[in-house]
């Protein structure tokens, strides 16, 4: 399979977080906002800091 066929990784990790910031609903303003600030300067920084807290198995997801 192809690296990025189609769906690039930083959709499904938005994806992921906006979940995540549902679920933590007392900081959701402050997740969004660290989320939109950090996704403007580097998605790529946020990707790697996710991959550390999900399981092996999302890292194909690279």
Do not use: C
């Not at 920084?45 to 399981?55: A, S």
């Amino acid at each position: 399979m192809g690296s990025t066929s189609g769906i690039k990784p930083e959709y499904i990790i938005g994806f992921v977080i906006a979940i995540i910031v549902d679920l933590d609903e007392e900081r959701r303003w402050r997740r969004h906002l660290v989320w939109k600030k950090v996704s403007i300067e580097h998605p790529r920084k946020i990707l790697k800091g996710l991959l550390r807290l999900f399981p092996p198995t999302l890292r194909d997801l690279r």
